[in-house]
């Protein structure tokens, strides 16, 4: 029975999640890389400011020092390390917009700490510490390009800007060289926003590769994306097994209905027939109507191609009576094939040629005279390692001498 046209949709709405995921896990993976290096440098900065807390004169020069300075760096160590921490759970991706707001935000608040602090400490006696400040401030103004929104970009920015103006109230800066480093930060704030950009479309092209791979083999993806010109002029040999597959009756079937409910049923029904395919190593290169086209051990290499096809085909039978009230009739062959790009610049389509496919079709055909839903040749049966077939005999076959010996499964009578 064909489902409701608005719940006939698994498809896209799983390959718009997927695509999702893959930008919110390059995301991910970015803030993560970058909270490694928060932890270390962190680390790093409270060893230092402890040393400096117990030996103010040796390190500074100063007689003692505040302790707020080591207890902000032990904390922001123990909080960074926290993030690192959810960051790294297998589901972090799930709420990583709520940390990508509590970081910045936690990264602006540690800043205007730091700064408050090190003007009571130093600000007097090394005014040159503002460089500091600055070269901070770029930092947390930059960060948000890792975010892969430009709105982070924005906020981290905006952070940037108000923590040095705090510091060039605390520090007394001369307003001229406080207005020049304003600048400096708006400009590093902006080339984040541009690294934002760069990041988020190579988001995208993850998703487009992800996406590709609905229509291509996964390998031909690769290929497409690492070697582009390759995979266009450079045609490759395989031995495989072809799938040809077809409804009964479909023509007179669907004259009876509204073009919509036909669209619908096939799609349901080569939906289900290309899932069994992928689900047995193989892809489906054509669908053309109610006939599907199939390939077993190519553009992936599969010793055991033929074993695979077979036992897709009976994966078919089984299934397809579930949901089709028409027939269906299976032709499978095995032998060598030719895969490559076909057409002209304008429209390119990755296919396969050869001999073997033309065999594989006059089986489907043959199907409908010997009364037999799966015919398969004696190329095919030779390959066989798992699956044992009954011999029908030699048929004649449309547009050649010679006969094909055929052979089906032993239920099929």
């Known amino acids: 029975m064909i489902q409701p046209y608005n719940d006939r949709w698994p498809a896209a709405q799983s390959i718009q999640a997927a695509v999702q995921q893959v930008i919110a896990k390059e995301s991910l993976s970015n803030e993560r890389k970058v909270a490694y290096v928060k932890v270390v440098v962190v680390l790093i900065s409270s060893i230092l400011d402890v ?13 003692s020092v505040p302790p707020t300075v080591a207890l902000i760096s032990v904390s922001a160590f123990i909080i960074y390390a926290g993030f690192l921490i959810a960051l790294c759970q297998p589901s ?24 408050t602090n090190i003007a009571r400490v130093l600000g007097e006696s090394h005014p040159q510490i503002i460089t500091n400040v600055a070269a901070f401030c770029c930092l947390l103004a930059v960060s948000g390009g890792i ?4 709105q982070a970009s924005a906020i981290t920015t905006i952070l940037a800007l108000a923590n040095f103006t705090y510091g060039i109230f605390l520090f007394r800066l001369n307003l001229a060289v406080g207005v020049f480093a304003l600048f400096t930060i708006l400009g590093t704030g902006l080339m984040g926003m541009l690294i ?12 487009g590769r992800l996406l590709m791979q609905q229509f291509l083999p996964t390998n031909v993806v690769e290929a497409a994306f690492e070697s582009p010109t390759a995979l266009v002029t450079a045609p490759m040999a395989f031995d495989v097994t072809i799938m040809m597959t077809d409804l009964r009756g479909f023509t007179n079937y669907a004259e009876k209905l509204e073009p919509a409910t036909v669209f619908e049923f096939l799609n349901q029904f080569q939906g289900l027939l290309s899932t069994i395919v992928k689900q047995h190593d193989g892809w489906v290169t ?25 036992q897709a ?23 060598s094939i030719v895969a490559g790009c076909l057409g002209t610049e304008g429209h390119l389509e990755f296919s396969v040629i050869g001999d073997t496919v033309n065999v594989a079709s006059r089986l489907e055909s043959l199907t409908k005279e010997v009364d037999s839903s799966l015919l398969i040749s004696k190329a095919t049966q030779q390959r066989l390692k798992s699956v044992s077939l009954k011999y029908l005999g030699e048929l004649p076959i449309r547009g050649r001498d010679e006969h094909i010996e055929v052979f089906v499964l032993p239920a099929d009578e």
Request: hydrophobic share 50%.
């Open 147 to 150: 975010r892969i929104r430009r």
């Open 286 to 310: 054509t669908f053309m109507g109610d006939g599907m086209l199939a390939v077993f051990g190519a553009p992936k290499v599969l010793d055991n191609h033929a074993d695979k096809a077979v």
């Open 196 to 207: 934002s950009g760069i990041v988020h479309r190579q988001g995208k092209n993850e998703a």
């Open 92 to 115: 972090a991706w799930r709420w990583l917009p709520k940390l990508q707001i509590a970081i910045p935000l936690f990264d602006g608040l540690l800043l205007a700490f730091f700064i």
């Open 313 to 335: 085909a009976q994966a078919i039978l089984s299934e397809v009576k579930h949901l089709s009230p028409l027939p269906i009739g299976i032709g499978l062959h095995s032998g």
């Open 51 to 63: 040393v400096v807390f117990f030996s103010p004169q040796q390190t500074i020069g100063a007689d």
